[in-house]
């Protein structure tokens, strides 16, 4: 008879230093392999990264930080938003390993072999352990999904402004704006 372990961050930790090439998340005791997003969505992550870092770092908000740093978060899962920020306040000081901590914000960009049923489900359980703010953004439809406890989604698109006052007020940026540009 087999048995099954649930797996814990230390776990995690050995499985990803014995394997760097790969990008891994803890979800409920399991490690789940990320495969690598697509071009689009990654120059949309990126773009999302540079307009909040710009806004934020001068101000000295908090931290923004890409797909590979890793949150343990209060229900002891290990997961890596496409983006994310953490309030000054909150992570006065970097970490070098994972943060211990839900981020305020987090935004997933959907890639071709993203479900959008599985990166709202991720978003549910950002936002189940402390997260204030989700976004998904959605490169093909134009689209951008904004999510917050116990509230209605926001639903923007070409022509819309996000932003998002309860966390950076004044922040701001055209939906439009966050698309891969053409040359």
């Known amino acids: 008879m087999a048995t099954l372990t649930t797996l814990t961050r230390k776990d995690l930790e050995k499985l990803q230093a014995e394997h760097?090439?790969?990008r891994?998340?803890?979800?409920?005791?399991?490690?789940t392999i990320m495969s690598p997003s697509g071009y689009e969505s990654d120059e949309v992550?990126?773009?999302v990264v540079?307009?909040?870092?710009?806004?934020?770092?001068?101000?000295?908000?908090?931290?923004?930080?890409?797909?590979?740093a890793g949150f343990e978060l209060p229900n002891s899962d290990v997961r890596a938003p496409d983006v994310s920020f953490v309030l000054a306040e909150r992570m006065q000081r970097t970490s070098r390993s994972f943060?211990?901590?839900?981020?305020?914000?987090?935004v997933e960009v959907k890639s071709p072999s993203d479900s959008m049923?599985?990166?709202?489900?991720?978003?549910?359980?950002?936002?189940?352990?402390?997260?204030k703010v989700g976004i998904l953004i959605n490169p093909e439809k134009h689209r951008v999904e904004i999510y917050r406890p116990g509230e209605?989604?926001?639903?923007?698109?070409?022509?819309?402004?996000?932003?998002?006052?309860?966390?950076?007020?004044?922040?701001?940026?055209?939906?439009?704006?966050?698309?891969?540009p053409e040359f």
């Not at 891994?24 to 490690?31: C, Q, S, Y």
């Not at 709202?120 to 997260?131: A, D, E, H, V």
């Open 45 to 47: 992550a990126a773009e």
């Open 117 to 131: 049923k599985a990166l709202r489900k991720k978003i549910q359980g950002f936002l189940s352990q402390g997260t």
């Open 50 to 68: 540079r307009v909040l870092g710009n806004w934020t770092r001068p101000r000295k908000l908090g931290r923004i930080t890409g797909s590979s």
């Open 152 to 180: 209605e989604v926001v639903v923007l698109g070409d022509g819309d402004v996000l932003s998002i006052p309860d966390l950076l007020p004044g922040f701001e940026v055209a939906v439009s704006d966050l698309w891969s």
């Open 24 to 31: 891994m998340e803890l979800v409920d005791g399991n490690v």
């Open 20 to 22: 760097p090439e790969y």
């Open 99 to 106: 943060a211990e901590l839900a981020p305020d914000l987090m």
